[in-house]
């Protein structure tokens, strides 16, 4: 990364953020004959230590209760499965889906009908999710302890741990090659034209000034503070969220599911006999942007009871590793924030990607390329996450969130 000086005093295309959706984006744009302009990413932190992207768990999942969230993560699936072709380059090495699938269980009726009507939405899209009684279940995986459980919703198709560390690092490299300019320093402030209708330039902490003809918003969890430096208020706040990696005296004798317990907690095979558990406090505030403390009591009075409980087997376990991350969560209704804003057309959202971000990042990263290039989408048709609905507060109800 070049921390001197900026090549150029203007650019088309600045975008702030430079973790997967920065990078995703401007990796679409350098493979578009269509887009000719120059781009600059800008990065406050390039080590990238405490980005989102860097403490993610990277799983996909087909299991969403809108289309559009089902369609995303289909174009996640062949978008990775794809690499070298999407790509256009025979460096990238082939990469695969760790298909274990994501096990939704449902202890109370309310749940389980939650559960069929978003099978019923995920199979009229083409996901392969099945619906499992408790027998059914019981029977594929013998492990889990089941007697408060109705039913249960799994899919093994394109649904389970991907390796995004090297999605990122290859859309990083290939737009390099192609002319992306990326620049380590911290946006502070914009600058709007007199009728307060667009962006005109940027200004780094270093006092430099940058002109853009374009601007997107990729900050992640700091996604508010940027926006608040164009006078928009949005609602996206960093939320933390922790992470376990754990070995089992005893491994289990199949792939464990990314499984989402009705708690909350989540647990997942990572293979030779390690996983990983997930979750949060119910006490759940935004926390400063710097705190990734963990709290270990939650691991011990909370998260492990809870798997011990739902799988007997994972009473023998160590803790190897663990970390807290911060979702950029989106308040409304955790859902993405992407297109124009309404009044300041060429500043860009890309945000409040709350836990699904990863997966989400190369149909965001394409569909923001072509508002760029096009000013319309010509893909998948991205105006329902567009800001007006937070103007006219209109939650897109997500119900399989995590
Ligand atoms: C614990 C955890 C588990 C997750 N698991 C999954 C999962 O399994 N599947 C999935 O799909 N998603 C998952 N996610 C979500 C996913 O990781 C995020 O949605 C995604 O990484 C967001 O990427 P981003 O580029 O928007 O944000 P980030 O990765 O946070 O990048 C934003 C960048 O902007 C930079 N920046 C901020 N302000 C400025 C500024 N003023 N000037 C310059 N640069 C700035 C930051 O330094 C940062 O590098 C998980 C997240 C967490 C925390």
Redesign the pocket.
Known sequence: MNTQSPQHSAYDVII?????????TACFLSQNPDFQGKVLV????PS?A????????????QQFSTALNVQISQF?ADYVKNLGHHLNDSRVPALTIQNFGYMYLAADEAMANVLRANHKVQVAAGAATQLLSRDEIAAAYPFYQLDDILLGSINTVDEG?FD?QAVFDWQRRISREAGVEYLA????SLTKNASGTAIESVT?ASGDTLACGQLVN??????A??AA?AGVALPVEPR????WMFSAAEPLDRPLP?TIDPSGVHVREIGGGVYQA?GHTDYDPAVPFDDFAMDHSFWESHVWPIIATRIPQFEAIKVTTE??????YNTLDQNAVTGPHPEIGNFLF??G?????????PAMGRGTAEWLTYGEYRSLDLSPFHYERVLTNTPIIEQAV?
């Open positions: 702030i953020g430079g973790g997967i959706m920065g990078a995703s800008i990065e406050r932190d990238y405490f980005a989102s992207t860097s403490h993610t768990n990277s799983c996909m999942r996640a741990y995004g320093g911290e946006v502070v780094l990729a900050t992640g969890p700091r996604a503070v940027t430096m933390k969220r922790f992470t990314l997930g970390w807290a991350g911060h979702y950029a890309l945000n990607f709350s836990g699904h971000g990863l997966q989400q990042s995590i």
